[in-house]
């Protein structure tokens, strides 16, 4: 049987092959409650643009309020929080979060994330080993870090090696985190610049986990979320 969802977006990243990862948590009556995770019923997991849209075609945002029809929770190994959606009904927008709400939305991580050590070559502490994957109950994080520059440039450790990477370079909790940012309005705002290092004075980052690929799971920069981007002045 169907049910509802009403979550806080606060991740709207880029999911291969060609769709997105949703992620937000629960909002009842102006409080935050468990992540959930919408996914689609593809072995990917994906949520493609038609499967997310709004009735009137628009794509959810990160920090809007919605409303999405569930059919089932699916939790797989680290990511307990997927709920698989029902792709007969659109999504529907009920409200937006603002800056200060979004500040009762944080993490407080007792350690690192998830655990830290393995990392790509132009990474640090951005990997996960799949073995030790059951281990950890959950794969969502909104951190506010310290120190967090976002970094534009060539990627020799993409499969494409010609092409430009953003990653988020942040510290937390005294540990050094450098993370792939899969959010499309951030990758296009620096992308849109000349390579080098860009620091943010302030912003929260949603951080994923993603599922394993080739031994290892990967620690994503799902989405990076300033005050000017939720609207504050």
């Not at 919605?66 to 990511?79: G, R």
């Amino acid at each position: 049987m169907s049910y509802q969802k009403t979550i806080a977006c606060l991740a709207n990243s880029r999911k291969p092959p060609s769709g997105r990862c949703i992620a937000g948590r629960e909002y009842r009556s102006r409080e935050f409650g468990d992540w959930v995770r919408p996914v689609s019923e593809r072995e990917s997991r994906e949520v493609s643009e038609e499967e997310r849209r709004y009735e009137d075609g628009t794509d959810p945002q990160v920090l809007d309020i919605v409303s999405i029809t569930m059919k089932q929770p699916l939790a797989h190994n680290h990511q307990r929080e997927n709920h698989v959606i029902d792709a007969e009904y659109h999504w529907a927008k009920t409200g937006r979060l603002s800056w200060e709400e979004i500040q009762r939305a944080l993490d407080a991580p007792n350690g690192p994330l998830w655990e830290n050590g393995p990392s790509t070559r132009n990474g640090f502490n951005d990997q996960v080993p799949e073995a030790s994957l059951a281990a950890h109950d959950r794969s969502l994080y909104l951190v506010l870090p310290t120190n967090l520059r976002i970094v534009v440039g060539i990627d020799d450790n993409s499969p494409y090696q010609s092409r430009r990477r953003v990653r988020a370079h942040f510290k937390l909790r005294g540990d050094t985190y450098h993370l792939v940012v899969t959010d499309p309005p951030v990758e296009r705002e620096y992308f849109a610049k000349k390579d080098g290092e860009y620091p943010v004075a302030k912003a929260v980052v949603c951080v994923s986990l993603a599922e394993a690929f080739n031994g290892y799971a990967y620690k994503l920069a799902a989405a990076v979320i300033t005050p000017e981007r939720a609207g504050a002045t």
